[in-house]
């Protein structure tokens, strides 16, 4: 048994182990422990208190997949109810669907019994008009969004995603995403983590893997599904990370610097490795041999060589 997640999954990956332990699935594993994520008001990237859009409404996706039957459910654009990770599952299992959005979303929300709440405190609220205000110098606001958020997007606010991947007793994978999504961002806009084989992707035969960092190059590039493909091949998980994140960096529109990806990947056989674009990221990780999850540093993507043909 292992339970894998990004760096802000440490919160909830003992949670997460304490399923694990007491002989419950992949599925409720990676579930418990993206709920805790959701309720930290501390994570401003994830659930409850996450950064809002641009008119100050915050805009929850996430996803869930089931690694023995590779079933997905997910939900984009979901406002007023913190667990979308839950709700993501409820799609899953109840509906003949694998994606709702929006109003939709947030009707099946109802429907399920999920407490309706608002989900920004004062607090975030200043730091969103306090972005918009840097944007536009002190001046009037443009008439068109897609301006301010041009104006007002910020990389330090952009790149924040929880993932878990886990394996249980049975040897069944699962894996789970769950963001609030880039900051300040255009109302409605997607990214990668509700997106299944971007954002986050789990096959028992071979492994799981999921992304956080700009979600518009993991849809492009399909970047969770090509880890998981690369470990079909017969790749262990780092070099598996590293052949998909390459397809990323390789795009001709897109700067290396420019291209801030991170993924976590787990094999059938209980290996993990976390890879990044950027040096000095982390992600953690727990098995029956620790008390409590542990962070490890993750590998980092070599720069191109432009000599190179």
Do not use: K
């Given at each position: 048994?292992?339970?894998?997640?990004?760096?802000?999954?440490?919160?909830?990956?003992?949670?997460?182990?304490?399923?694990?332990?007491?002989?419950?699935?992949?599925?409720?594993?990676?579930?418990?422990?993206?709920?805790?994520?959701?309720?930290?008001?501390?994570?401003?990237?994830?659930?409850?208190?996450?950064?809002?859009?641009?008119?100050?409404?915050?805009?929850?996706?996430?996803?869930?997949?089931?690694?023995?039957?590779?079933?997905?459910?997910?939900?984009?654009?979901?406002?007023?109810?913190?667990?979308?990770?839950?709700?993501?599952?409820?799609?899953?299992?109840?509906?003949?669907?694998?994606?709702?959005?929006?109003?939709?979303?947030?009707?099946?929300?109802?429907?399920?019994?999920?407490?309706?709440?608002?989900?920004?405190?004062?607090?975030?609220?200043?730091?969103?008009?306090?972005?918009?205000?840097?944007?536009?110098?002190?001046?009037?606001?443009?008439?068109?969004?897609?301006?301010?958020?041009?104006?007002?997007?910020?990389?330090?606010?952009?790149?924040?995603?929880?993932?878990?991947?886990?394996?249980?007793?049975?040897?069944?994978?699962?894996?789970?995403?769950?963001?609030?999504?880039?900051a300040w961002k255009y109302p409605g806009r997607v990214g990668d983590s509700p997106i299944a084989g971007a954002g986050n992707w789990a096959d028992d035969r071979y492994g799981a893997a999921a992304c956080t960092g700009f979600g518009e190059l993991a849809i492009r590039c399909s970047t969770a599904r090509s880890v998981v493909e690369a470990m079909r091949s017969g790749l262990p998980p780092e070099p598996a990370c590293e052949r998909a994140?390459?397809?990323?960096?390789?795009?001709?529109?897109?700067?290396?610097?420019?291209?801030?990806?991170?993924?976590?990947?787990?094999?059938?056989?209980?290996?993990?490795?976390?890879?990044?674009?950027?040096?000095?990221?982390?992600?953690?990780?727990?098995?029956?041999?620790?008390?409590?999850?542990?962070?490890?540093?993750?590998?980092?993507?070599?720069?191109?060589?432009?000599?190179?043909?």
């Open positions: 048994m292992i339970i894998v997640g990004s760096a802000n999954a440490l919160s909830g990956l003992d949670a997460g182990w304490e399923v694990l332990a007491a002989g419950g699935s992949a599925l409720d594993a990676v579930e418990a422990a993206v709920r805790v994520v959701e309720d930290d008001p501390d994570d401003h990237t994830v659930g409850f208190d996450g950064y809002p859009n641009v008119l100050g409404e915050v805009e929850l996706d996430a996803s869930i997949v089931d690694g023995s039957t590779r079933r997905t459910g997910a939900v984009a654009a979901l406002q007023g109810y913190r667990h979308p990770v839950s709700l993501a599952r409820l799609v899953m299992e109840r509906l003949p669907h694998v994606l709702l959005a929006g109003a939709g979303a947030g009707r099946f929300a109802e429907e399920c019994g999920f407490a309706r709440e608002e989900l920004l405190t004062e607090q975030t609220r200043a730091v969103w008009r306090a972005g918009l205000e840097a944007a536009s110098s002190g001046g009037s606001l443009p008439e068109q969004l897609s301006q301010l958020v041009r104006m007002s997007s910020d990389p330090e606010h952009v790149a924040g995603t929880v993932n878990v991947l886990a394996c249980d007793g049975s040897g069944r994978l699962a894996s789970a995403a769950s963001t609030s999504g880039w994140l390459r397809e990323v960096v390789d795009l001709p529109d897109v700067p290396f610097e420019g291209a801030i990806m991170h993924v976590v990947a787990l094999d059938r056989a209980g290996r993990h490795a976390g890879v990044s674009t950027r040096a000095g990221t982390q992600y953690c990780y727990r098995t029956a041999r620790d008390e409590r999850a542990q962070l490890a540093r993750r590998a980092v993507l070599e720069r191109p060589d432009p000599r190179r043909g």
